[in-house]
């Protein structure tokens, strides 16, 4: 099993009502949260790592979380509030987000939870990212809790940067560079390198990144599909993206990320850390190509609302 740690969230996504005036549909969201969705969709045995409230939008995710097959022992509930999120999509670039999420439930994790995933025999990899790494004091929790896993546990990271939720740019990305040097595997979006490194090249970056400890790092380009990196050096030629009508592009990193930890457990590579760093490029290609699919078929919806395995070509 793997388990994806961090927040969860409703996204108020762009609509219309009825008359045609500018509204607003709520989601279930939150980039770990949408990581084990697209998984469980998909067939994988995943689990979720997250504190969420008892009100409302806490039980629709918990709702969510029982349908798309993703198991929950490892949530924790509180009174607190939910984050809430609210998404514009620009016609050209990428989506932007507002929180608003203060003293809500899926900041407030404790440690003392946390640890209970490392406990667990099955859970063989544990996923992280996004803003719960970047916030006080959930980001902390989550911290101590990828150091202790690395020792015997696959680790996989997405930074998936927020930058209206980082407060100290240089705190974070002395951070990251912690992160990316305890990680497994990492992806990361090439807008996301671009923040952090506006002045290099940022295929560079994930090159160098790849000679800090991971065993791959991979780039994702949008339309362009994704590179990766192993060892400093490109492993295969660049995997193209595939011709989809984008309706919008929200989740589909999240879809991305989740699918390609799906191929990779059913190709029998997240059993344990030596199994998952001797895997072949042939292996990584293969998950790799499967998450550009899913995630193809994530654009050609409204918000993040993955594929499920038999919506799949094939299937």
């Given at each position: 099993m793997f388990i994806s740690c961090g927040e969860a969230l409703i996204d108020f996504v762009p609509a219309r009502s009825v008359d045609g005036d500018p509204a607003y549909r709520p989601c279930v969201g939150g980039s770990p949260f949408n990581v084990a969705m697209t998984a469980g969709r998909l067939g994988a045995s995943v689990g979720y790592l997250g504190r969420l409230s008892t009100d409302m939008f806490g039980d629709t995710i918990m709702a969510e979380l029982a349908r798309s097959r993703v198991a929950d022992r490892f949530v924790e509930r509180s009174v607190d509030p939910s984050t809430l999120s609210f998404v514009s999509l620009p016609t050209d670039g990428e989506p932007r987000y507002a929180f608003f999420g203060a003293g809500a439930a899926d900041r407030l994790l404790s440690m003392v939870h946390a640890r209970t995933v490392l406990a667990d025999p099955d859970v063989t990899c544990l996923h992280f990212g996004s803003f719960s790494l970047a916030v006080a004091p959930v980001g902390d929790v989550l911290g101590r809790l990828m150091a202790e896993a690395t020792s015997n546990r696959i680790v996989s990271l997405d930074p998936n940067i927020r930058p209206g939720l980082i407060e100290d740019r240089d705190r974070y990305t002395r951070s990251l560079a912690d992160w990316v040097g305890q990680a497994d595997i990492v992806k990361v979006s090439q807008a996301d390198i671009e923040w952090l490194r506006p002045d290099a090249d940022p295929l560079s970056v994930a090159r160098d990144w790849s000679q800090q400890g991971p065993?791959?790092?991979?780039?994702?380009?949008?339309?362009?599909?994704?590179?990766?990196?192993?060892?400093?050096?490109?492993?295969?030629?660049?995997?193209?993206?595939?011709?989809?009508?984008?309706?919008?592009?929200?989740?589909?990193?999240?879809?991305?990320?989740?699918?390609?930890?799906?191929?990779?457990?059913?190709?029998?590579?997240?059993?344990?850390?030596?199994?998952?760093?001797?895997?072949?490029?042939?292996?990584?290609?293969?998950?790799?190509?499967?998450?550009?699919?899913?995630?193809?078929?994530?654009?050609?919806?409204?918000?993040?609302?993955?594929?499920?395995?038999?919506?799949?070509?094939?299937?």
């Amino acid at each position: 099993m793997f388990i994806s740690c961090g927040e969860a969230l409703i996204d108020f996504v762009p609509a219309r009502s009825v008359d045609g005036d500018p509204a607003y549909r709520p989601c279930v969201g939150g980039s770990p949260f949408n990581v084990a969705m697209t998984a469980g969709r998909l067939g994988a045995s995943v689990g979720y790592l997250g504190r969420l409230s008892t009100d409302m939008f806490g039980d629709t995710i918990m709702a969510e979380l029982a349908r798309s097959r993703v198991a929950d022992r490892f949530v924790e509930r509180s009174v607190d509030p939910s984050t809430l999120s609210f998404v514009s999509l620009p016609t050209d670039g990428e989506p932007r987000y507002a929180f608003f999420g203060a003293g809500a439930a899926d900041r407030l994790l404790s440690m003392v939870h946390a640890r209970t995933v490392l406990a667990d025999p099955d859970v063989t990899c544990l996923h992280f990212g996004s803003f719960s790494l970047a916030v006080a004091p959930v980001g902390d929790v989550l911290g101590r809790l990828m150091a202790e896993a690395t020792s015997n546990r696959i680790v996989s990271l997405d930074p998936n940067i927020r930058p209206g939720l980082i407060e100290d740019r240089d705190r974070y990305t002395r951070s990251l560079a912690d992160w990316v040097g305890q990680a497994d595997i990492v992806k990361v979006s090439q807008a996301d390198i671009e923040w952090l490194r506006p002045d290099a090249d940022p295929l560079s970056v994930a090159r160098d990144w790849s000679q800090q400890g991971p065993t791959a790092v991979v780039v994702t380009r949008g339309a362009e599909g994704a590179v990766v990196y192993r060892n400093g050096e490109s492993v295969f030629d660049r995997r193209p993206g595939k011709p989809v009508q984008v309706i919008d592009t929200v989740g589909a990193g999240d879809s991305f990320q989740g699918a390609m930890l799906v191929a990779l457990q059913r190709d029998g590579l997240l059993k344990d850390k030596a199994v998952f760093r001797a895997m072949d490029d042939a292996g990584l290609a293969r998950a790799v190509d499967f998450a550009i699919s899913v995630a193809g078929i994530t654009c050609g919806r409204q918000g993040a609302d993955p594929p499920w395995s038999e919506d799949l070509p094939n299937n």
